[in-house]
């Protein structure tokens, strides 16, 4: 039972280039979540599903893209990157809302 | 709009100290309250939650305590010692929409010999 996993653990682009970060999880959880966590401001919520085909914008999506076609995976894509996403992301499910959530060990991005 | 406020930003405790942090939050919808611990390198994970019907909830060293008329809550680590040093954010979620949660800003401790 590996949890959550995430890939690549650490990336770095040049200003314009894309990327998909992938999620999976082996918990067969119906929530999944992606955050990232900047140096003075904690994790703020990029995109969520709430089951398989499903996403949403969480606080701050702009300039990502998401996609949840396996209840397992759960993609973040930038499509165009900018310095200022350069931060760790980390991905996070929940199997029912009685619950809390579990992370995954992230992925550092920087780009240039 | 921060709707989840920590303090302090750092701590330094001496080894067998008592390790205090405080959290207040703004939206009275909030009814799941984590804290969650994260070493370097590592992403963050649970330590103690509690859920307003209650005031306080210990877990071994861990006690949180919730006031939910004041809208805060904190964490007391009893005995600190040096393996208690890292990362701890506070967070508040609505079970109702997801439980999207929304973190404190993050309190970095040492704890010293």
């Known amino acids: 039972n590996a949890g959550v996993t995430q890939t690549p653990k650490f990336r770095v682009l040049k200003t314009g280039q894309s990327m998909t970060l992938l999620c999976a999880q082996d918990?067969?959880?119906?929530?999944m979540y992606w955050y990232r966590q900047d140096p003075g401001m904690g994790l703020r919520l990029i995109h969520y599903?709430?089951?398989?085909?499903?996403?949403a914008k969480g606080e701050v999506p702009d300039g990502y893209n998401v996609s949840r076609l396996k209840k397992q995976n759960f993609l973040l894509g930038l499509e165009s990157a900018a310095p200022s996403q350069t931060s760790v992301y980390f991905c996070?499910?929940?199997?029912?809302?009685?619950?809390?959530?579990?992370f995954g060990p992230g992925t550092r991005l920087l780009v240039l | 709009q921060q709707q989840v406020k920590q303090s302090p930003q750092s701590l330094i405790v001496q080894k067998g100290g008592i390790s205090i942090i405080n959290c207040a939050y703004e939206n009275t919808a909030f009814d799941y309250f984590p804290w969650y611990q994260q070493f370097p390198g590592k992403g963050p994970a649970l330590l103690i939650a509690?859920?307003?019907?209650?005031s306080e909830k210990k877990e071994g060293r861990f006690t949180i305590s919730f006031n939910k008329s004041a809208k805060q809550f904190s964490l007391h680590i009893m005995d600190s010692q040096p393996g208690d040093s890292a990362t701890y954010f506070c967070a508040a979620s609505n079970t109702g929409t997801a439980s999207k949660l929304t973190f404190g800003t993050g309190t970095r401790l040492q704890v010293t010999l």
């Open positions: 509690i859920r307003p019907d209650v």
């Open positions: 996070a499910s929940l199997g029912t809302i009685q619950e809390t959530q579990y």
């Open positions: 599903s709430v089951g398989e085909g499903t996403t």
């Open positions: 918990m067969n959880h119906e929530y």
